[in-house]
């Protein structure tokens, strides 16, 4: 069979730059890469083809990345001071308006993905995020997984977990008004 | 019953989550009708939802596997290959 570092060459910086975004340390990334090379070469056979390796070894180390978040969060469970005591104070005043409403967002979402640029602000913003918000937004928007998966990996209730996404989301778009979406509209004018 | 659009935003975040009950759907439609800032804010955040979930698919060219860590991992591979043979 292949050599399995030639598997090393062709994918090793794309399955770590994502482990590593989603773990932010390089010996745990390190660890769950291997283990997903691991994990390949004894299943390879599995591999039918459907897909193209690149997206089954991102598979595999998909669930090797919410194994880790499950056993991390079930030793470092939520606390009531995360739950409750961040508020969006920031945002809202006290008769709940918009201290800064949201601006009026120029760009295409739909290309905006593709600009590198724009991308680093996005995982700049992310990382701007504590962990758990960060783990809770990922697990949801770029893994896709359902309101009772995340549950069982971050060992919180579902009304936890929507308090969590909420704050994860104001505080994201607003990070990425001030720097990326207000200064595409000084570039305009 | 008023709703603001503290409570508005938190609602429209609910909503990508699960299905809100009727009257709060209905209590949300006719805030975003009459207000600007949370609709936007609706439309942002699903913007926001398209952008992550076609991110991850795309390269970060910053990020690289160190070369201490590819070596490592390359014959550890190869270590494996011999045991399962």
Not at chain 1, 27 to 52: H, W, Y
Not at chain 1, 90 to 108: C, L, M, R
Not at chain 2, 23 to 50: G, N, P, T
Request: glycine residues 4%; hydrophobic residues 40%; charged residues 30%.
């Amino acid at each position: 069979m292949k050599n399995p570092e030639t598997w090393v060459d062709e994918y090793g910086d794309q399955l770590y730059q994502f482990a590593f975004t989603r773990v932010h340390d390089s010996e745990i990334a390190a660890d769950l890469v291997q283990e997903t090379f691991l994990a390949g070469l004894k299943s390879k056979d599995r591999f039918e083809g459907r897909s193209s390796m690149r997206t089954w070894l991102t598979g595999i180390l998909k669930h090797k990345i919410i194994d880790h978040l499950r056993k991390k969060n079930r030793e470092y469970p939520v606390t009531d001071i995360e739950l409750y005591v961040d508020t969006l104070g920031e945002f809202f005043d006290k008769s709940g308006h918009w201290k800064t409403g949201p601006a009026k967002w120029i760009a295409n979402p739909s290309k905006l993905y593709e600009q590198q640029e724009f991308l680093e602000i996005f995982y700049q913003c992310l990382s701007g995020l504590t962990s758990r918000l960060a783990d809770a937004f990922k697990l949801r928007e770029i893994d896709g997984l359902s309101t009772d998966e995340i549950c069982k990996v971050l060992s919180i209730t579902a009304t936890n977990l929507w308090v969590l996404l909420h704050r994860a989301r104001m505080k994201l778009r607003g990070c990425l008004e001030r720097n990326w979406f207000e200064k595409e509209v000084m570039k305009e004018q | 019953m008023m709703l603001s659009c503290e409570e508005i935003s938190r609602l429209v975040s609910d909503s990508m989550d699960r299905k809100l009950p009727l009257a709060q759907r209905f209590a949300v439609w006719i805030h975003l009708i009459m207000c600007k800032f949370c609709s936007r804010y609706r439309k942002q955040l699903a913007d926001i939802r398209e952008i992550a979930r076609k991110s991850s698919d795309l390269r970060q060219s910053a990020i690289k596997l160190p070369p201490e860590i590819r070596d490592r991992i390359k014959r550890n591979l190869q270590n494996s290959l011999k045991d399962l043979h």
